[in-house]
């Protein structure tokens, strides 16, 4: 393209001057007619000027033009473009110069819509990342890294990952990653005033040469799985507990009536009285196991219909009643008639008779039991509250919780399992209904149900 730069146009316009100075000179050999020679060399020298004018226009223009967008593009701005009306080779040229454009601010629109895609990606995913060069420099850490360990990225971006991180496991986790150069597992525990614990996954990162380039670890919270662990080991641990009590006694007096003396009568029969009350809290205690783990498997265990509580509450009342009166309390029903509304009518009956066996257990002799049902406008509102011993505060969140006994001396001697509330608390879920307590020690306790009116 330098046949078109401007130097050498000057110079060809000069060669072109030359000729003209000597064609006068010639012609004004053939004519003494001053004003003739004046003609010629003044057409010569328009002809001159327009040719030039013709090769700027065409040629130098739109290399300038097109150099001024190349300088653009490769400035980064990928938006430039040549706009001059051409024709011949400079028009495929532009074109091909906006083409390459077009092609670079594509390739520029899907680089920055990646890079966006996995920063979007790196700062939302559930678990924490750190990016560390083969050198040991932090170059990446993500908002939930941050929201780990503290600080923000400015603590740790361009940091010598052991100046900064305080934690030993993590260093020894990102050590391993580097020396071993392959995937690395640990757990770490992370204490916010809350404990969570983290699985640590360092992986190598390597060039296309196969060489150590860096590493990346991901922190993966593993707190509800721990949790879940935890609370699956404490209720074998529970079962177990349970069930060794009633099978301890049981074998025990059984040896005994082996060993004594068969013809005595009376010991023999309060052996086997003990024992049979024994059998019976075990067969409860699987019953009620066998009742959670059902109302755990999955919801098709609530068989709905419509279902009047009046009726429930006149089924379930005389079977407590014998216990009630045993114990002198009395029993207060105050159920508006008619209370229709769709739910499991077994299930319903049997968080009746939990709440109201737990009333009647812990209320003293002589207290009151009243049973009272509603309807209001969203839910059936059931609510059972005694005179009993109540249940202090730290504990009201506990209830719940399978095996969990205020008072554990005093709930087996009511032969109670510890799963009576957590199984009405299933069922009240899975009716996607909810469950209350109020209570104070020594004044008594108020459970209040609501199901769903439907
Ligand atoms: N009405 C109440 N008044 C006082 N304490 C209660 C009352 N209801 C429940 N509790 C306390 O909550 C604990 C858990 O009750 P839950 O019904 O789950 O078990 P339980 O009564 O011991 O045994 P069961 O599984 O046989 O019912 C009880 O052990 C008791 O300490
Ligand atoms: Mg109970």
Same mark, same amino acid.
């Given at each position: ?114 890079? &966006? ?137 059984? &040896? ?199």
């Amino acid at each position: 393209m330098s046949f078109f730069s401007s130097k050498l146009i000057m110079r060809y316009a000069l060669i072109i001057l030359c000729i003209i100075i000597l064609t006068g000179a010639i012609f004004s050999q053939f004519t003494d007619n001053l004003i003739v020679v004046i003609i010629v060399l003044l057409t010569e020298f328009i002809i001159l000027m327009m040719m030039l004018h013709y090769v700027f226009d065409k040629y130098v223009k739109p290399i300038k033009k097109a150099t001024d967008t190349l300088d653009e593009l490769v400035r980064g701005n990928f938006r430039a473009r040549m706009h001059h009306p051409v024709s011949g080779s400079m028009a495929s040229l532009l074109m091909k110069i906006n083409k390459l454009a077009r092609s670079l601010s594509e390739l520029s629109i899907n680089e920055k819509i990646q890079a &966006e895609q996995l920063t979007t990606v790196i700062e939302n995913i559930q678990s924490g990342l750190i990016l560390i060069d083969e050198k040991g420099y932090i170059h990446l850490v993500n908002k939930n890294f941050l929201s780990i360990f503290g600080k923000t990225d400015k603590d740790y971006i361009g940091y010598l990952y052991y100046d900064v991180l305080d934690n030993e496991t993590l260093h020894k986790s990102i050590q391993q990653t580097f020396l071993y150069e392959e995937n690395v597992k640990e757990s770490i525990m992370v204490d916010n005033g809350f404990k969570q614990y983290f699985e640590i996954v360092g992986a190598p990162i390597f060039d296309e040469r196969n060489m150590l380039k860096g590493a990346v670890l991901v922190l993966y919270d593993i707190t509800e799985l721990k949790k879940l662990e935890t609370m699956r080991k404490d209720f074998v641990a529970n079962v177990s507990h349970e069930l060794k009590t009633p099978i301890t006694s049981i074998r025990g007096f059984s &040896e005994t009536l082996l060993d004594e003396d068969l013809n005595d009568k009376e010991t023999a029969r309060h052996f086997l009285g003990i024992i049979n009350e024994e059998s019976k809290r075990l067969q409860t205690l699987i019953q009620d196991l066998l009742t959670l783990s059902k109302l755990e498997k999955d919801e098709s265990h609530i068989l709905l219909s419509t279902i009047d509580l009046s009726d429930i509450i006149n089924e379930v009342i005389p079977v407590l009643c014998q216990h009630a009166k045993q114990k002198d309390i009395t029993l207060h029903i105050k159920s508006e008639n008619n209370l229709k509304f769709s739910a499991d009518l077994a299930r319903v009956k049997q968080v009746l008779i939990n709440l109201l066996e737990n009333a009647i257990n812990y209320t003293p002799k002589g207290g009151e039991v009243t049973l009272l049902s509603e309807e209001q406008e969203e839910f059936i509102h059931i609510m059972v509250k005694d005179t009993g011993i109540g249940i202090p505060n730290d504990a009201l969140s506990r209830v719940f919780e399978r095996f969990y006994r205020v008072d554990k001396a005093r709930s087996r001697n009511t032969g109670g399992t510890g799963l009576g509330l957590a199984i009405v608390k299933h069922i009240v879920e899975l009716h996607r209904g909810k469950i209350e307590i109020e209570s104070e020690v020594n004044v008594g306790s108020t459970f209040h149900i609501y199901f769903p009116n439907q």
